[in-house]
């Protein structure tokens, strides 16, 4: 039966009238039919969006001015619909440019700028707006007002989707009582089904924003979040793209809009951190991935002088040291007159033997050089034919790879076995070594009439070595390993010669797509400095912990800001914190906070490589259960990862989830574990002191019973017992003694530290009445008719050191300790 696709080409004008059904679409008209694609794929979540979209732009434009962010978030029922109202204090916009910010996808200024941006494709405000009209058929009414403006700007607009353009229907001038901002109006059809993951944004953002405030109204809650520091993020500054993880694609673009006709200027001048001597590092890879690497043979006076790499060197190759190149350079040379080939030829050979190892290039050199000077000793031209016929001549007997008439074996194989068998195993037998040397070094004579330069890419050596290894398998009868044949591979790249050629100018690299390839490869191997951190703005450790402590009850708190690292060209940054204990949820799963670029990501939580990252690791080795030993650890414990970069890979549109980038899921990592070793510290530490309580208590009981026992069998005086609980537990001892003196009372806090370490204490003891002659070190600070003495010492183990006062008789006495833990105390007073 013949098919439909088959008589296509029978009817005449199929092709015409199928090319009639194409047309273009814009980008709003896309998104209109897919606005799930941007987080607006239900009235729960889309509120949540939209909500999300106009924070993030707030706090980013308020940022960038310069302005303590202070933003207002209202939602109000109206009748079937929600109306969401967002009030910031930002600069504002101009009247030109508010139609474009609101009513067209895609227009924005952070999409080719590399630098921390909470928005980066200029999609987002301008789709709650669109998914507002899509579900409402009302306009978006914004006010903004900019800084020093008399009055503000009002309009109402929609999104042309079929142009992707601001339709304005209203356009005027208002007043407004706040100096400067915007304030944006959306109705929608929506629901408060997902007011918990609202509530969890705007806390959540507080948390990562700790300058911001922050405030949300909604019918059935009001929040405040005032903020925890007055610093702004650092002001972050564009950068150009890394050399590391840069494509393939993107850099033949940037070849073929560059200025630069050099290669050294064109990675100095588009990359970041790359300077002259980068730059070479990077044209010699370049050059050993394009043109290869010369191969470095040992010339007759190296071999002579070289130690025997063998242990047992008799039955390996010996080779003929009877190479005389003064004899090789004159009969190559013609017509030049005896003392000035003479002098040439000595220049040569003298030349070479300076050399442990020479390729046909650093030959080519010697042979330049010793023409040069040789012509200006005697007046002798040395032609370039002279010069050629010299280096092709002692080139030729530097690689001799035939034997003599006696049979001893060729200079080729003898250098070739060198390197072999110091790369290899010493188990494998000489003689296998020897066959293997032999093959390759005939590998590399038959490449001789190729190219007499013996010039090698990397893959090109690794065949001859596979080619070679492959015959000794099979003739030899024994195994010849990969690990042995990559050893040689190192071997003999390592002796070889990065070549002089100059790169091709950057015009001819953008239409090779294989020299540029080697270009990206060799960039991803130079050794570059990591890529400066300007244009990235981290939250830092101590604002972490301040804006966890600001949000979350807890007892304990952990945080780590990691270096930057780079990922297909842009730098980020990942931060890390947790909080554990205190007035936080004990039981189920912790909770995990997951952000970017200081953003909140409230949906796709199993889509995010940051909580695959806190699956996989093992809570149980820092102290937290983990049922299963995998998966999100138990307890009360908050865990918060904040991922920063000029480019945050998301999953979608919606930027929902970060995705599943190796680099980022290592330093993810990383700072999670680097954080969770503190609290590892902290739990051992906390289960320690709970054991000592537990001992100080049974000891607490014991104690005073068995000094009651031995006052009754000794007919004495009950014994101090707070003394000996100090020694037996090993505590700091701190205690009061007072005598009268007879004008009044003399006071010694006596501090015994029978502790294994030195421990710093600061003693405040609370006095009635006014302290005098006191200790060196002590102060006294008066306040509501009661003196604060005040004194700090830092006390060896197995020390004591004595603060020393009087006062009047009739004052009273209230002790405070601090520095040491309540379990390692003890006080007597």
């Known amino acids: 039966m013949t098919s439909f696709q088959s008589t296509l080409g029978d009817e005449p004008g199929i092709a015409e009238e199928l090319a009639e059904n194409q047309q273009a679409i814009s980008i709003a008209e896309f998104f209109e039919k897919n ?31 310069g302005i303590l962010p202070d933003i207002y978030v209202e939602i109000q029922e109206s009748g079937d619909y929600y109306t969401l109202i967002v009030e910031d204090n930002g600069p504002g916009l101009t009247k030109e440019s508010l139609p474009k910010v609101f009513g067209k996808l895609l227009y924005g200024s952070r999409f080719h700028v590399r630098e921390q941006n909470r928005g980066q494709q200029g999609i987002g405000i301008s789709a709650a707006v669109l998914y507002s009209q899509l579900t409402s058929g009302k306009p978006a009414k914004i006010t903004s007002r900019t800084q020093d403006a008399a009055e503000a700007q009002y309009f109402e607009l929609i999104v042309d989707t079929d142009e992707n353009e601001p339709e304005i229907s209203v356009e005027e001038t208002t007043s407004w009582d706040r100096p400067h901002g915007t304030r944006i109006e959306l ?63 993107t850099v033949m673009k940037m070849l073929t809009a560059t200025d630069s006709h050099s290669v050294s200027g064109f990675v100095q001048e588009e990359f970041t951190r790359v300077g002259k001597k980068t730059a070479d590092s990077i044209i010699d890879a370049f050059r050993d991935r ?101 280096v092709e001549a002692v080139w030729l007997a530097l690689i001799d790879a035939d034997e003599d008439a006696e049979g001893e074996e060729s200079r080729l194989v003898a250098d070739v076995y060198e390197l072999a068998d110091e790369a290899t195993s010493t188990r494998k037998d000489d003689e296998v070594v020897h066959a293997f040397a032999q093959r390759l070094a005939g590998t590399f004579a038959d490449a001789t009439e190729e190219d007499v330069r013996h010039r090698l890419t990397r893959t090109t050596l690794r ?27 190192e ?31 060799a960039m991803r191997a130079t050794d570059i400095m990591a890529p400066p951190t300007r244009c990235l703005s981290p939250i830092t450790a101590d604002l972490i912990e301040a ?93 918060m990862v904040h991922v920063a970069s000029t480019n945050v890979p998301f999953t979608s549109e919606s930027k929902d989830a970060v995705a599943n980038v190796p680099e980022i899921e290592d330093e993810i990592e990383l700072a999670i574990r680097e954080a969770a070793r503190e609290l590892k510290s902290y739990l051992n530490k906390r289960r320690s002191m709970e054991q000592r309580r537990k001992k100080q208590n049974v000891l607490g009981k014991i104690l005073p019973e068995m000094a009651e026992k031995v006052a009754e069998v000794t007919d004495r005086d009950e014994p101090e017992i707070g003394d000996a609980l100090a020694r037996i537990m090993n505590n700091v001892l701190v205690e009061r003694r007072v005598e009268d003196n007879g004008d009044g009372k003399a006071v010694s806090v006596v501090v015994e530290n029978n ?57 009273e006495f209230d002790l405070d300790v601090k520095g040491v833990e309540d379990e390692k105390l003890t006080v007597s007073s």
């Open 290 to 390: 394009h043109y290869g690497r010369e191969m470095r043979w040992q010339p007759p006076a190296a071999r002579e002088s070289a130690e025997p790499r063998s242990a047992d060197n008799s039955s390996g190759p010996r080779p003929r040291e009877d190479v005389d190149l003064e004899a090789v350079v004159t009969d190559a040379t013609a017509n030049k007159g005896a003392d000035a080939t003479a002098a040439f030829a000595d220049a040569i050979a003298a030349a070479v033997d300076d050399h442990d190892r020479i390729a046909h290039h650093e030959l080519l050199e010697a042979v330049e050089e010793a023409a040069e000077t040789v012509e200006d000793e005697h007046g002798t031209t040395f032609g370039d034919t002279v010069r050629e016929n010299a």
């Open 755 to 811: 502790s294994g370490t030195n421990e710093s204490l600061e003693i405040t003891d609370i006095v009635s009445a006014e302290p005098t002659n006191l200790s060196d070190g002590a102060t006294v600070v008066e306040m509501d008719g009661e003196w604060f003495v005040k004194w700090e010492s830092e006390v060896s183990s197995d020390d004591e050191a004595t603060l020393e006062y009087e006062v009047p008789e009739d004052a």
């Open 187 to 249: 109705e929608m059809e929506a629901n408060m089904r997902a007011r918990q993951q609202l509530h969890d944004y705007v806390k959540h953002t507080a948390v990562v924003n700790p300058h911001a405030r922050l405030e949300l109204r909604e019918p059935q809650a009001h929040f405040k979040f005032e903020r925890a520091t007055d610093q702004l993020p650092e002001e972050t500054e564009e950068i150009r793209p890394h050399p590391h993880g840069v494509e393939l694609g």
């Open 35 to 65: 606005k799930h694609m941007l987080g607006f794929d239900s009235g729960a979540r889309g509120l949540v969006t939209a909500v999300k979209e106009a924070v993030d732009n707030a706090l980013d434009a308020a940022e960038e001015a």
């Open 491 to 521: 071997a003999f790249w390592d002796v070889m010669a990065t070549v002089p050629d100059d790169p091709p100018l950057v015009r001819e690299l953008a239409d090779d797509r294989d020299a540029a390839s080697d270009l990206v490869d």
């Open 547 to 639: 804006g966890l402590e600001k949000e979350f009850d807890a007892d304990f708190y952990a945080s780590a800001t990691r270096d930057a690292e780079v990922h297909g060209g842009d730098p980020f940054v990942v931060e890390a914190g947790i909080a554990y204990g205190g007035e936080l949820e004990a039981d189920g799963t912790a909770d995990v906070l997951r952000f970017a670029n200081r953003v909140p990501l409230v949906y796709q939580r199993g889509a995010c490589a940051t909580t695959d990252v806190v699956k996989s690791i093992g809570w149980r080795n820092y102290g937290l259960d983990q049922p299963g030993g995998s998966g999100l650890p138990h307890g009360p414990a908050v865990i």
């Open 463 to 489: 065949e001859y070595v596979d080619r070679a290894a492959d015959l000794t398998e099979e003739y030899d009868d024994v195994a010849f390993g990969d690990t042995a044949r990559e050893n040689v591979v």
